[in-house]
C-alpha cells in the first residue's frame, strides 16, 4: 500500500470530502468522525511517504498509469515531503481543536463547512504534492474557492473581506496561469522536471522572463507580499475561528513553497538568482514587508488582526530568505515554512479557544484571563516566544538560519529588519500578558469596589488536548532542529546552491 | 487610486505585449506546443485509448486528474454558495398566501390557521407576479428536447465536440428554465433540495470512485486499464469505457450543481418562489 500513498494522500480527503457532503443530509453526527478519519489516514500516509523518501530518494507517482510528459506525475522530494506532514499534520489537530467551536457557530451548517473544510486540505495537499505546473493551478482555485467559502462564514464583516479576498486571489491565481501559458507556448511541457529540461536553451528568452515575473508576482498576491497584503488582515481576521486557524497557519505557507518550488525546480537556482538579477531588490521588499508588518501591528487593538500583521511580516522573512541566493538562507526559509505553520497555529488555536468562552478577542476583553484560562494562556505563551525566536522553540532555530543566511550574503538590512522584528514581537506579545495578567478582569455589574476573583472557565478538553500537543511540537521541533535540518532540509535544496 | 490603477495595467500590459514579441508566429508548425507533445497524441490516441475524439480522450485520460479536480471545483463553489446562502432558521411570517388556480382568487391563511382540502390551491409570495401562459407552455414544450439533446452531448462525447461538462451544464439549464418559466417552488418540485445537492456528491463520487476502484484494482489512481476485468473488455476498450463512466458523473455533478446554485442565488437561500 506504500506505493500508492501519494495519491492516497489526496484522494481520501477527496472521497470523504464527498461523503461527508452525503452525511451532512443524512446524520450530522457522522460528520466530525469522517473529518478526523480522512486526515489521519492524509496525515499517516503523509509522514509515511517522508520517511519512504528519506530512505529512497524522489517518489515519482503516475496518475493514470501515463508517463510524464503526457500525462501527470506526482514528484515526492524532501522539500514537499516535509510541507506534506506539516499540511495534514497541522489539518489534523485544527479539525479536532474547533468542533466545539464549529457546534457553537453554525449548529445547522456542519455538513457543509465540514466538506469545505476537508475540500481545503485536500487543495492544499495537492499543491504541494503535484508535479505539474497546471494540475498546481486546478489545486489551487480548490483551495482559495474553499477558502473564500470558509472565510465569509464569519459574522459581520466576514463576507465583505471574502469578497475582497476573492478578487485579490482571483488575480493572484489568472497570474499564475498566465505565467504557466506563456511558459506552455515556449516550452511545450506543463510537466515542472520537464520544463526545466528544456528552459536551459531558452534563458535569454523575453517570454521565460516575463512567465517568471508574473507566476512570482501571482504567488506574492496569494501569500499577501507586502505592497500586495490588504487583503489578508480582515479576511483573517472576520473569519470563523475554526476557518482562520486552518488557513492562516497554511495557505500563505503553502504559497511560499510554490514560490520556492518555482525557484529551485522549474527555473533552477542559476536562472533565478545568476541571469536574473532580482534578488537584492526582492530582499529589500522584504525588509520593508518585515518592517511595515511590525510596525502595523503595533497599532492593533484586536488580538486576531494583531496577530495577521505578524503573519504579514513572517512572509517577510520567508521571502527574504528564499531570495537571498545562499543554501543557508533557503534552508532558513524552508524550515521556516514548518516552524511557521506550527507557531501560527498554536497561536490562532488559543485565540480560537478565548473568542470561544468571552466571545471577542478585542484587547479590552482580554483581561484577566491567566486567571481564567490558564492553560489556553500556558499553550498561547509557548506560541508567541516561539514567535518572538527564544531557545529552545522551534522559532528561533529559522530565525538563526535566516540571519546567518543574511550575514553570509552580507545583506545587512536584512539582518537588522530580523532583528526589529523580533523587538517588536516582544513588545507586542508582552503588551498582550500585561492585559492578561495583571488588569483585573472588568465587572460588567459595576460593582468595582468588591473584587471577586474571576473562577476558572477553561475551554473544553477537547480544544486544549490539541493545543498542548502543538505547543509540545513547537518544543520538540526546536530541539531536533539539527536532525530536521541535515536529513531532510540537506536534501531539499539542489546541489548547485552554495 | 485610479490613476495608480491605470499605470499598472498599462505597464502590466506592456510587458506581456513585450513579452509575447518571442512567442512563436501564429499557428507555426514548428512552435514546441505543436511538436513536442501533439505528435504523440494525434498518432496514438486510437491506439492507446480507442477514443475518436483526441481532446475527449486529452481531457478525460491523459489529464483525467485535472478534470477530476475541475469538476470538484464546481462542487466546491456549489457547496459554498450553499453554505453562505441557504438560511435554515426561518423568521416565520405571520401568514401565508395561497392562490386559488381556477379563480384567481388570493387567501390569506393566518398562523395555524388550515386550508380547505384542495389541490388547486398554490402556495406564493406576498409579492406575486402571474405566470405568462404563453411562456409557460412554450417553455414546457421544449425543455423534454433540450434534456435530449443533453443526454446526446453527454453520450456521444467520444466522437463529437461535448461532453459531460457541456451536456451537464445543458441538463441544468432546462431545470433553471422551469424554474424561471414557472416558479422555484415548482422546479424543486421536481427536483427536491435534497435530492439536487445529493446528486451533485454522487456525480464527483463517480468520478473519483473510478478513480479509486482502479487503485483497488491494483494499478495507479484513475488507470481505466485496470477496469477490463470488471467490464470484460481488453485493458484498451477498458479506457474508452472509464472515460464514458467518468463523463456521466461530471454530467450530474454539473447539473446539480448548477441547479444548486441557481436555486440558492435567485431566492436567497429562503427557497420561495426565488426571482
Known amino acids: 500500500m506504500s506505493l500508492q500513498y501519494p495519491a492516497l494522500i489526496v484522494v481520501v480527503p477527496l472521497l470523504s470530502a464527498l461523503v461527508i457532503s452525503i452525511a451532512g443530509w443524512v446524520n450530522k453526527r457522522w460528520c466530525f468522525p469522517i473529518t478526523v478519519a480522512a486526515l489521519a489516514v492524509a496525515a499517516y500516509s503523509s509522514v509515511g511517504l517522508l520517511f519512504r523518501v528519506l530512505d529512497e530518494g524522489v517518489i515519482v507517482y503516475k496518475l493514470g498509469g501515463w508517463d510524464p510528459p503526457m500525462g501527470i506525475a506526482y514528484y515526492v522530494d524532501h522539500l514537499n515531503g516535509l510541507v506534506l506532514a506539516v499540511v495534514s499534520i497541522v489539518a489534523l489537530l485544527n479539525a479536532i481543536a474547533s468542533k466545539k467551536s464549529i457546534e457553537q457557530e453554525f449548529p445547522e451548517k456542519i455538513g457543509p463547512f465540514y466538506t469545505l473544510y476537508v475540500l481545503m486540505v485536500t487543495g492544499l495537499l495537492g499543491i504541494v504534492v503535484t508535479g505539474d505546473a497546471f494540475n498546481l493551478y486546478v489545486l489551487l482555485e480548490i483551495a482559495a474557492l474553499t477558502g473564500y467559502g470558509l472565510i465569509a462564514m464569519g459574522g459581520g464583516r466576514g463576507p465583505l473581506s471574502a469578497l475582497n479576498y476573492l478578487y485579490m486571489g482571483t488575480i493572484g491565481a489568472c497570474f499564475y496561469l498566465l505565467g504557466v501559458g506563456y511558459l506552455y507556448i515556449m516550452t511545450g511541457s506543463l510537466n515542472m522536471v520537464d520544463i526545466a529540461g528544456i528552459l536551459p536553451d531558452l534563458y535569454q528568452s523575453k517570454a521565460v522572463m516575463a512567465a517568471f515575473i508574473i507566476c512570482m508576482v501571482g504567488v506574492w498576491i496569494k501569500m499577501a507580499f507586502f505592497p500586495l497584503h490588504a487583503w489578508l488582515p480582515n479576511a483573517y481576521t472576520h473569519a470563523p475561528s475554526a476557518s482562520s486557524s486552518l488557513i492562516a497557519p497554511l495557505v500563505t505557507k503553502v504559497m511560499i513553497y510554490v514560490m520556492i518550488r518555482l525557484i529551485l525546480t522549474i527555473f533552477t537556482p542559476e536562472f533565478s538568482f545568476n541571469i536574473l538579477a532580482v534578488s537584492k531588490p526582492i530582499v529589500w521588499l522584504s525588509v520593508i514587508a518585515i518592517f511595515m508588518g511590525a510596525i502595523l501591528a503595533l497599532k492593533e487593538r484586536n488580538l486576531k488582526k494583531m496577530l495577521t500583521y505578524i503573519i504579514i511580516a513572517e512572509v517577510g522573512y520567508m521571502v527574504g530568505g528564499a531570495w537571498l541566493g545562499n543554501r543557508v538562507g533557503m534552508t532558513g526559509a524552508i524550515l521556516h515554512i514548518a516552524n511557521d505553520a506550527l507557531m501560527t497555529l498554536c497561536v490562532f488555536l488559543a485565540v480560537g479557544n478565548i473568542v470561544y468562552k468571552v466571545k471577542g478577542a478585542e484587547f479590552e476583553d482580554l483581561q484577566g484571563l491567566f486567571r481564567k484560562m490558564p492553560f489556553t494562556m500556558g499553550a498561547f505563551i509557548i506560541g508567541a516566544i516561539s514567535m518572538i525566536g527564544v531557545p529552545p522553540t522551534c522559532g528561533f532555530f529559522s530565525k538563526w538560519y535566516l540571519i546567518s543566511g543574511a550575514i553570509q550574503a552580507g545583506h545587512y538590512g536584512f539582518m537588522v529588519a530580523l532583528l526589529f522584528s523580533s523587538l517588536v514581537n516582544v513588545v507586542l506579545f508582552f503588551r498582550v500578558f500585561e492585559i492578561c495578567f495583571y488588569e483585573p478582569f472588568s465587572d460588567h455589574h459595576g460593582h468595582g469596589h468588591d473584587r471577586h476573583p474571576e473562577p476558572m472557565d477553561e475551554a473544553p478538553v477537547t480544544m486544549l488536548v490539541p493545543l498542548f500537543i502543538v505547543a509540545a511540537i513547537l518544543v520538540l521541533v526546536g530541539l531536533y532542529t539539527g536532525d530536521i535540518v541535515n536529513h531532510i532540509i540537506e536534501f531539499a535544496i539542489p546541489k548547485g546552491l552554495v | ?275
Open chain 2, 1 to 275: 487610486m485610479k490613476i495608480i490603477g491605470l499605470i499598472v495595467a498599462i505597464l502590466v500590459g506592456a510587458l506581456l505585449v513585450y513579452a509575447a514579441a518571442d512567442f512563436p508566429a501564429w499557428s507555426d508548425p514548428a512552435s514546441p506546443a505543436s511538436t513536442y507533445l501533439s505528435p504523440h497524441f494525434i498518432e496514438k490516441t486510437m491506439e492507446e485509448t480507442s477514443v475518436p475524439n483526441i481532446v475527449t480522450a486529452v481531457l478525460a485520460d491523459y489529464r483525467g486528474f485535472d478534470t477530476m479536480f475541475e469538476t470538484t471545483v464546481i462542487f466546491s463553489a456549489g457547496m459554498a454558495v450553499f453554505l453562505l446562502l441557504r438560511t435554515f432558521r426561518r423568521e416565520e411570517p405571520e401568514a401565508r398566501h395561497y392562490r386559488h388556480v381556477l379563480t384567481g382568487v388570493t387567501l390569506r391563511v393566518k398562523e395555524g390557521g388550515e386550508l380547505p382540502p384542495s389541490d388547486d390551491f398554490e402556495r406564493i409570495d406576498s409579492l406575486w407576479t402571474p405566470h405568462d401562459l404563453i411562456i409557460k407552455t412554450v417553455c414546457r414544450l421544449l425543455i423534454p428536447f433540450i434534456q435530449l439533446f443533453a443526454l446526446y452531448v453527454i453520450a456521444h462525447g467520444h466522437h463529437s465536440p461535448g461532453g459531460g461538462f457541456q451536456g451537464g451544464v445543458i441538463l441544468g439549464a432546462s431545470i433553471i428554465l422551469l424554474a424561471i418559466s414557472q416558479d422555484l417552488r415548482t422546479a424543486v418540485k421536481r427536483m427536491a433540495e435534497k435530492l439536487d445537492a445529493l446528486l451533485c456528491s454522487v456525480g464527483v463520487l463517480i468520478y473519483a470512485g473510478t478513480g479509486a476502484l482502479c487503485l483497488l484494482l491494483g494499478l495507479n489512481f484513475l488507470d481505466y486499464s485496470a477496469l477490463a476485468s470488471v467490464l470484460h473488455v481488453d485493458s484498451i476498450m477498458a479506457r474508452s469505457h472509464g472515460i464514458l463512466i467518468v463523463e456521466i458523473g461530471v454530467g450530474i455533478a454539473v447539473m446539480c450543481t448548477m441547479i444548486w446554485i441557481y436555486n440558492n442565488v435567485s431566492s436567497g437561500g429562503k427557497y420561495n418562489q426565488g426571482l
